[in-house]
């Protein structure tokens, strides 16, 4: 399973961007899907997560701000940022947890996006 992260860029305080990530591959089923932040030096830590049915949650520091939400369909996250801070600056990742089916055996995995920059200054 493979995700391509896509949607950072420069976006002034107070304002907008929407992430999206896909996930790609055959024979698979994604289960939870989630955003992770990074910064130079330090560890890479959760934003928000969803579940296959849903269910969600959030960090502290992005509640009521960020949004994550899910298209099973088409086995995308997205997450969308409103109020944006100069704090949420960072590399965000997405990651995926599933089941892959080849052979016809099951196997667990967890798959990382590439990252994608954000960067909120004026």
């Known amino acids: 399973v493979q995700l391509q992260a896509s949607g950072g860029g420069l976006v002034q305080p107070g304002g907008s961007l929407r992430l999206s990530c896909t996930a790609s591959?055959?024979?698979?089923?994604?289960?939870?899907m989630a955003w992770h932040r990074q910064t130079p030096g330090n560890q890479r830590d959760l934003v928000a997560r969803i579940t296959s049915e849903g269910v969600t949650n959030y960090a502290d520091s992005v509640k009521g701000r960020f949004t994550i939400s899910r298209d099973n369909a088409k086995n995308t996250v997205l997450l969308q940022m409103n109020s944006l801070k100069p704090e949420d600056t960072a590399v965000y990742y997405c990651?995926?947890?599933?089941?892959?089916?080849?052979?016809?055996?099951?196997?667990?995995?967890?798959?990382w996006g590439q990252g994608t920059l954000v960067t909120v200054s004026s």
């Open positions: 990651e995926a947890d599933y089941w892959a089916f080849p052979d016809g055996t099951t196997v667990a995995g967890r798959a």
């Open positions: 591959g055959s024979a698979f089923q994604i289960n939870n």
